[in-house]
């Protein structure tokens, strides 16, 4: 694939396949999350086939081409791992994290690949390119996972959410929002970095009683 297939690859996949973060309908559930990868892999083939197809063409193609098509690829990985929901963006980031690190090589022995380039220490040649794309993807599933630590805690003491707790969470969720729009487009009045449990809690702090 040349680099601009692998472009309107990466902008439009999540259009060809009705997938998008903020209208998925129908999240995975929590048995799905804890497959181990390869079961959710298989899993998340079958819940949407188009969109795990393109994820594989680019998968294949960050690792085999080009050093243009290469970089193309990472970035349309990143742009449907920040429009996707899950498993798929966890399933981009796990395959991100070890192509940074070189770790896929193995993955694409049977292919006997050699293109005539140095690919670097990491393997790709790609890992100072990566890593501010998956530094954002941390970031988010950082703040996600301090938000459910939160949220239990409040259940537990039911205790209410204060003004001050829901603006550091507005704060959060638009620093957020500020970081995924440097690598992509995504609406902001919908998107939600924070996962959609924090849909409610943001809707609070917009429209306060």
């Not at 990491?122 to 530094?135: A, E, F, Y």
């Not at 707790?165 to 995504?186: A, G, N, W």
């Amino acid at each position: 694939m040349t680099y601009l297939k692998v472009w309107f690859l990466g902008e439009n996949a999540n259009y060809a396949a009705s997938e998008y973060a903020w209208e998925s309908a129908t999240p995975p559930g929590t048995a799905l999350m804890m497959l181990d990868a390869d079961k959710m892999v298989a899993a998340a083939s079958s819940r949407n086939p188009t969109l795990s197809g393109a994820l594989t063409r680019l998968q294949r193609c960050a690792f085999n081409g080009s050093w243009e098509v290469r970089i193309i690829a990472a970035q349309a990985l990143t742009t449907i791992a920040i429009r996707s929901g899950e498993p798929y963006r966890l399933q981009i980031y796990e395959f991100l994290h070890a192509l940074a690190q070189g770790g896929v090589q193995s993955q694409f022995s049977d292919m006997h690949i050699s293109n005539g380039e140095d690919q670097g220490a990491s393997g790709t040649g790609l890992g100072s390119l990566i890593s501010p794309m998956l530094k954002v993807l941390d970031e988010m599933y950082s703040a996600q996972d301090e938000l459910i630590k939160e949220m239990r805690n409040h259940d537990n003491a039911k205790k209410e959410w204060t003004d001050e707790e829901l603006k550091k969470l507005y704060e959060t969720h638009e620093r957020l929002l500020d970081l995924v729009s440097l690598f992509c487009y995504v609406p902001r009045s919908k998107y939600l970095p924070l996962g959609p449990t924090s849909a409610k809690l943001i809707d609070v702090y917009r429209t306060p009683a």
